[in-house]
């Protein structure tokens, strides 16, 4: 089991950054694969980043690759999302997510509870 905190959200114009964070607890370190998914009003929930146990090997979203970067820290059970040259339409609740399989791109297995993000034009 693991309890999965978002923090970083927030109002930002459009070509800020703001950094989101996720604060792992209970059965963590590398023991799960993690990313970052996004929901904007009206919408399903859409992948937007994933991270491998290791930090090694990361993927992304067409409509942020070049702009956002994952990260985590598995020394302090933490992950990151640094989200540069923001637009209007990344507007969107964030959640963290963990799964237990080496790809969080499925169907994961934790959720957080979500960080607002909003972007104005």
């Known amino acids: 089991q693991v309890q999965l905190v978002e923090s970083g959200g927030g109002l930002v114009q459009a070509g800020g950054s703001l950094r989101l964070s996720c604060a792992a607890s209970g059965r963590t370190g590398s023991s799960y694969a993690m990313g970052w998914f996004r929901q904007a009003p009206g919408k399903e929930r859409e992948f937007v980043a994933g991270?491998?146990?290791?930090?090694?090997?990361?993927s992304y979203a067409d409509s942020v690759k070049g702009r956002f970067t994952i990260s985590r820290d598995n020394a302090k059970n933490l992950m990151y999302l640094q989200m540069n040259s923001l637009k209007p339409e990344d507007t969107a609740v964030y959640y963290c997510?963990?799964?237990?399989?080496?790809?969080?791109?499925?169907?994961?297995?934790?959720w957080g509870q979500g960080t607002q993000v909003t972007v104005s034009s």
């Open positions: 991270i491998r146990r290791s930090g090694g090997i990361t």
């Open positions: 997510a963990a799964d237990r399989s080496p790809s969080v791109r499925g169907s994961p297995d934790y």
